[in-house]
Nanobody, 115 residues
Framework: QVQLVESGGGLVQPGGSLRLSCAAS????????MNWYRQAPGKQRELVAI???????NYADSVRGRFTISRDNAKNTMYLQMNSLKPEDTAVYYC?????????WGQGTQVTVSS
């Protein structure tokens, strides 16, 4: 059974930081590209950051320079370090594992940026 479990969300003030984690089980983690998506209320889900099997990364323009995606294949875990958070970063953040034939999602973790 495949499971992707996000953690680390919460309430943070503008300018603050959070570190999200996504723990994977039931897949050969190193064979998957891993992605973070987010969905704000009333908006479509959007891609935030990607990290390939080869550790190449890319980011949405809105988070580039503030967020850092990483992965630890030995721990089957992906991370998203979020710095200089803004109210517009408020959303449910989802972990996604992607391969040519498979696509898995976590249940999401809420991030709220507010004073």
């Amino acid at each position: 059974q495949v499971q992707l479990v996000e953690s680390g969300g919460g309430l943070v003030q503008p300018g603050g930081s959070l570190r999200l984690s996504c723990a994977a089980s039931g897949i050969i983690f190193r064979l998957y590209a891993m992605n973070w998506y987010r969905q704000a209320p009333g908006k479509q889900r959007e891609l935030v950051a990607i990290i390939t099997r080869g550790q190449n990364t890319n980011y949405a323009d809105s988070v580039r320079g503030r967020f850092t995606i990483s992965r630890d294949n030995a721990k089957n875990t992906m991370y998203l370090q979020m710095n200089s958070l803004k109210p517009e970063d408020t959303a449910v953040y989802y972990c996604n594992a992607n391969s040519p034939n498979r696509d898995y999602w976590g249940q999401g973790t809420q991030v709220t940026v507010s004073s």
